[in-house]
T-cell receptor
Framework: DVKVTQSSRYLVKRTGEKVFLECVQD?????MFWYRQDPGLGLRLIYF???????EKGDIPEGYSVSREKKERFSLILESASTNQTSMYLC????????????????????FGDGTRLSIL | SQQGEEDPQALSIQEGENATMNCSYK?????LQWYRQNSGRGLVHLIL?????REKHSGRLRVTLDTSKKSSSLLITASRAADTASYFC????????FGEGTQLTVNP
């Protein structure tokens, strides 16, 4: 089974801190994703990556950056944490089966980690 | 962007009853996926139905897709307390768009 591991289940940080959320998957998946989940707003895509060193902005990238130096690891960085970034953060990965259109395959499920509940005080 | 919207927002039933959740979306799709999320955990993929399929089964799950109405339904038969969770539909390619989910409570 695919395992997506997020480094922390719960995290408390202070306003202005630089925060790193780490995600590792063990199935050699090409695609990796970071979402945040908030009541009434559902899941919103922050950033995704379809290959090492590649990244694409999602729907709400402001205030965040990402790093994908190795295929199995995708890091989300809050450059200067703010209280409105308090949320549940979910990492996911999926296989890419469309060689000619990387990141655009449409028949692969996403596999999620258990989430990091981040509180910014 | 494509968006799934689930209906109802919340559903409470007794163990053994069937649960039906609906999803509507706005644009044409290649496939539609259903996920489950237990409280405080990540999402778990349940089933994917392609646009050329009308119905798909997996254990106690039955998913239908009506592309003419841009809608899908998830039926859980003979529900159990362990089915208590939020259920989401999702559309899109690699960039999935999720609805806000249906919160299902199955009472013992």
């Amino acid at each position: 089974d695919v395992k997506v591991t997020q480094s922390s289940r719960y995290l408390v940080k202070r306003t202005g801190e630089k925060v790193f959320l780490e995600c590792v998957q063990d199935m050699d998946h090409e695609n990796m994703f970071w979402y945040r989940q908030d009541p009434g707003l559902g899941l919103r895509l922050i950033y995704f990556s379809y290959d090492v060193k590649m990244k694409e902005k999602g729907d709400i990238p402001e205030g965040y950056s990402v790093s994908r130096e190795k295929k199995e690891r995708f890091s989300l960085i809050l450059e200067s944490a703010s209280t409105n970034q308090t949320s549940m953060y979910l990492c996911a990965s999926s296989r890419n089966t469309t060689i000619r259109s990387p990141g655009l395959n449409s028949n692969q499920p996403q596999h999620f980690g258990d989430g990091t509940r981040l509180s910014i005080l | 962007s494509q968006q799934g919207e689930e209906d109802p927002q919340a559903l409470s039933i007794q163990e053994g009853e069937n649960a039906t959740m609906n999803c509507s979306y706005k644009t044409s799709i290649n496939n539609l996926q259903w996920y489950r999320q237990n409280s405080g955990r990540g999402l778990v993929h349940l089933i994917l139905i392609r646009s050329n399929e009308r119905e798909k089964h997996s254990g106690r799950l039955r998913v239908t897709l009506d592309t003419s109405k841009k809608s899908s339904s998830l039926l859980i038969t003979a529900s159990r307390a362990a089915d208590t969770a939020s259920y989401f539909c999702a559309t899109g390619g690699s960039r999935l768009t999720f609805g806000e989910g249906t919160q299902l409570t199955v009472n013992p």
